[in-house]
Each structure stands twice: as C-alpha cells, then as structure tokens.
C-alpha cells in the first residue's frame, strides 16, 4: 500500500505563491505517475497537474499553464507543486495522486488514480 501526504496549503494574497510537497511512503514502486487535483466548494474535483516518474513527462490543465510547476525528487519520492501568480479562482482543497504507469501517457482522470493523499487547503484572498 502507498501512502501519500501532503503539505504546503495556506493562506496567500492573490499574486502570491506556495508550494505544495506530497511524500510517497509504504510499498513505493516505480514506474507510475503523480499529479494533483483540486476541489473547490460546491464543484467536482478536477485535474490540476501531474508528472511521470520515469520520464519526467508533465501535463497541466489549461488554467493553471505558466503559473504552476510540477516536479519530483525521486530520492526524496517526492512530487511538488510549484504555484505562482495565484488567483482567487485557485482557491480549492488540493490532493496529491498515484498510479501504476509505466507509459508516457499522463492520465487526468481521477478514476485512474489508485492512492490519495487527505487533502491540504489552499486559500487565495483578493
């Protein structure tokens, strides 16, 4: 079993930034891929970001392009989310995610998504 916990939410004026860390503990394996969703009050949770750990492939959601940086540290197993020029709209509670992929296809659906991390709040203010 992976266990996945994140750290890093808070409170940022908008135009701010964070970085979110999710470490992978417990049956760590590799190749598979990490990302990030998000879920905002009221909305469904959606895709944010997420990288391959073999490859090092990224992908991202059309709203957060140019403002958030995904990037690992492999011997740390460790995935972070870099997030700059942040807006109220970002406002969510975000959640790092796992699966076995041993491909470079990057998955933004969160059936995919085998192992979750609780959840950190992230709270933009204008």
């Known amino acids: 079993q992976v266990q996945l916990v994140e750290s890093g939410g808070g409170l940022v004026q908008a135009g701010g930034s964070l970085r979110l860390s999710c470490a992978a503990s417990?049956?760590?394996?590799?190749?598979?891929?990490m990302g990030w969703f998000r879920q905002a009050p009221g909305k469904e949770r959606e895709f944010v970001a997420a990288?391959?750990?073999?490859?090092?492939?990224?992908d991202y959601t059309d709203s957060v392009k140019g403002r958030f940086t995904i990037s690992r540290d492999s011997a740390k197993n460790t995935v972070y989310l870099q997030m700059n020029s942040l807006k109220p709209e970002d406002t969510a509670v975000y959640y790092c995610?796992?699966?076995?992929?041993?491909?470079?296809?990057?998955?933004?659906?969160?059936?995919?998504?085998?192992?979750w991390g609780q959840g950190t709040q992230v709270t933009v203010s204008s």
């Open positions: 995610a796992a699966y076995v992929s041993g491909s470079r296809y990057i998955s933004k659906s969160q059936y995919d998504y085998r192992h």
């Open positions: 990288i391959t750990w073999r490859y090092i492939d990224s």
């Open positions: 417990g049956r760590t394996f590799s190749p598979y891929a």
